[in-house]
């Protein structure tokens, strides 16, 4: 059995096929959940089961549920699935989930994403530690084992993604969409048949080699199609998601990528005007016009660390409305507070419809600001590192929520380790590109000493 130790991250686990993650790990992992929810219930529960297009997803669910039966719970299988779509029918159901999928990874990866009932998030402090202690426990079989049953629930979820917003106001727009060969080519279909929208999808096949390019949008060489295709069709909107499709990235009617940062602003200004005084939670490398927006809107802003299972714990701490991340993370309430590309792409084409204009006319007033986006630093000592910039910035504004983040007011930076690398993850935002570009290199120079 593969070492499980390597393959448990801080949200979720993932590795490497065949040699970091396989059958044998994955029946594992199966008998693990089964022990781990039947402490968490008193009630028999059944655990729901999907999987992405991955060559190796069918194989690995298999054994997955074949674990989770060994320990006598039943399991319900909705085959193919996009990831708001699991979390969707573990919400509906009202059961424990586990999604075979390893989102924009390359195509040599796989892993899954688990939850309990109700779509409540599992993170490493949350129960994902607690997994893999029963893991390397080896526990053997229950007496009885549990039953398996088939369930299509895509319609079911494309009238849920539906019932979200308000389409009384939608107007005719031309969409692009770039599925990467990932699960978007499955959901999409199904939404936008009852939109008055003209949809075209690029690489709708679903497929795990991901042939055309890999499904990780926050790279801007991989919405080089889509940038291509909107410009050619005169489009109003591009729409980038990633291969498991709870993530999405815009593209306005000119080309341009739109930040995670921006939509997070405009999905929470468009929310916030039918919620007044409701919470809203974003990360905190999200800009400053994001808390400026939800101020605007005299709705709450919360300020979070990075990550699906911080800001799903907030979002139920505060029962917050909507949740943006910088990276394209999008939850919401309506949607067991969950995050679902889909949604967040509707929403936005809702507001896009209310406005009347472009979609660059409508991001204009959130565009105050010049990031650097994300810069990765290689350093020898994490901590050494981030201490020498603690120490420099010392007579500044400074906060450790998620890393070192310095507030100098017309500028400020956020500088975190990676979970799974030696690297530091530098974020800055200034009022000026000049600013921001000074910041990055007095920065810089400093790790460097």
Known sequence: MANAESVFKAYDIRGVFPEEVNADLFRAIGRAFSIFIKSKTERNSSVVVGRDMRESSQSLAEAFADGVMDQGVNIVDIGLASTDMCYFASGRLDLPAAMVTASHNPAEYNGLKICLNQAKPIGQDSGLGEILEIVNSSPEP??????AEELDILEDFAIHVLSVIDKSNLRKLKIVADSANGMGGLILPPVFSKLPFELEVLFPELDGTFPNHPADPLQQENQKYLNERVLETKADVGLAFDGDADRVF???EKGEPVS????????ADQILKENKNESVIYNLICSKVVPETIKKNDGKGIRSRVGHSFIKELMEKHDAVF?????GHY???KNYRADSGVIAALVVLVALSEHGGTLSELLAPFKKYESSGEINFSVPDVELSIGLIAEHYKHLTVDWLDGLTVDAGDWWFNLRPSNTEPLLRLNVEANDKKACTEVVEEVRTVLSQ
Do not use: P, V
């Not at 229950?142 to 039953?147: L, N």
């Not at 995670?260 to 999905?267: C, E, P, Q």
């Open 260 to 267: 995670g940062s921006l939509a997070t602003a405009l999905i």
């Open 142 to 147: 229950a007496e009885k084992t549990g039953t």
């Open 323 to 327: 949740g943006g991340e910088h990276s």
């Open 331 to 333: 939850y919401f309430r």
């Open 250 to 252: 815009f593209m306005d």
